[in-house]
Nanobody
Framework: QVQFVESGGGLVQPGGSLRLSCAAS????????MGWYRQAPGKQRERVAG???????NYVDSVKGRFTISRDNAKNTVYLQMNSLKPEDTAVYYC????????????WGQGTQVTVSS
């Protein structure tokens, strides 16, 4: 049974940094590329960072140069390093396959809340 457990969120001041982690279980981790998604109140969920099937990375324009996605296949974990955080980065952050639901249609973990505020 697929399970994603996201952690590392919190309250941070503008300009600060956070490192999110996503531990995956119940899957063969490196079959599908992974990505990070976020959903802010009143907005649709969007992918902010992801791997391609070839192993390269891509980012939504609003986070380019500030966020870095990485992974540790031995630990079945994907990370999101977030620097120079802005109030508009406030959202619940989730990990999932790219596109989402490739292991289990409709499944999302509990996410981790990131709040950027002074």
């Amino acid at each position: 049974q697929v399970q994603f457990v996201e952690s590392g969120g919190g309250l941070v001041q503008p300009g600060g940094s956070l490192r999110l982690s996503c531990a995956a279980s119940g899957i063969i981790f490196n079959i599908y590329p992974m990505g990070w998604y976020r959903q802010a109140p009143g907005k649709q969920r969007e992918r902010v960072a992801g791997f391609t099937s070839g192993g390269s990375t891509n980012y939504v324009d609003s986070v380019k140069g500030r966020f870095t996605i990485s992974r540790d296949n031995a630990k079945n974990t994907v990370y999101l390093q977030m620097n120079s955080l802005k109030p508009e980065d406030t959202a619940v952050y989730y990990c999932n396959s790219v596109p989402p639901g490739r292991w289990s249609a409709g499944y999302w973990g509990q996410g981790t809340q990131v709040t950027v505020s002074s």
